[in-house]
């Protein structure tokens, strides 16, 4: 049996133009949908590349700032450093009060010195001689002390001589032989020693004083008593034991 369509054509057309219509909207929608996301995204993405952009712009710029920092910093390092070797190159590495503590606990009170010079000299090759050993220290005393000759740079020993005179020439052995148990000094010498008389006011004679007629004026003077007391004039060469032979 053939069916019959009542349908017209232009029915039928119409029919096809608007399913058609539709699924042109629904790709049209959807196509605007994913360009609609993918300009967010892209937005987005372009927004923080931008903020990473700046951010690392300022991380060169305090990259630089520190960089410059460091570059000053290591130049100061430098001076510094080269300050600090050409003190220590003129450095004598020596403590004149520890020195002079030192010999004031090993002079007694029968020795009184006159002169005390730190000679200063660079380091010959001839063979050590005495060694420094021991342990010891001078009272209170104004010695005319003095730093002679140029001071050498870089490594420098130095010769002390001691002048000075004492009660007898056995208080001078004893101060030598303390030196050299002293930590302080070594290649302890005696230079020289000597008999001398010295004048010295009278301290026993309960404030009398003689006087005496002068024949020219006829004026009376007073004169002091005195008494010659014999002493021992010495001088003694040693080195300061600061430094170690290798």
């Keep these: 049996m053939k069916e019959i369509d009542f349908l017209p054509e232009w029915y039928k057309s119409s029919r096809r133009r608007q399913v058609s219509y539709r699924t042109q909207y629904f790709v049209l929608g ?3 949908t994913v360009l609609l996301v993918w300009n967010f995204v892209t937005s987005y993405s372009i927004s923080k590349a931008q903020a990473q952009v700046v951010e ?11 960089s410059a920092r460091l570059a000053e910093l290591k130049n100061e390092l430098n001076i510094l450093n080269k300050k600090q070797e050409l003190m220590e190159s003129i450095d004598s590495r020596i403590n004149i009060a520890d020195i002079l503590a030192e010999m004031s606990y090993l002079i007694d009170d029968k020795i009184v010195l006159s002169e005390i010079e730190l000679i200063s000299e660079k380091f010959a090759d001839e063979p050590a001689q005495n060694s420094p050993s021991g342990g010891a220290v001078v009272r209170a005393f104004q010695p005319n002390m003095s730093i002679k000759g140029d001071v050498p740079i870089g490594d420098a020993r130095f010769k002390i001589l001691i002048a000075g005179v004492a009660a007898d020439a056995g208080d001078v052995a004893t101060l ?10 070594c290649q302890v010498a005696l230079s020289f020693s000597k008999n001398a008389d010295i004048k010295i006011k009278n301290d026993n004679s309960f404030g009398l004083e003689t ?13 002091e008593p005195v008494e010659n007391i014999k002493v021992s004039k010495f001088e003694i060469s040693c080195y300061l034991a600061n430094y170690r032979r290798q």
């Excluded at 690392?56 to 520190?66: H, I």
């Excluded at 030598?176 to 000094?185: D, G, T, V």
């Design 30 to 32: 959807g196509i605007f």
């Design 56 to 66: 690392t712009a300022t991380q060169q710029r305090q990259s630089q700032r520190v």
């Design 176 to 185: 030598i032989l303390k030196m050299e148990n002293s930590p302080y000094f």
């Design 211 to 223: 006087e005496r007629t002068s024949e020219s004026t006829g004026t009376r003077q007073t004169r």
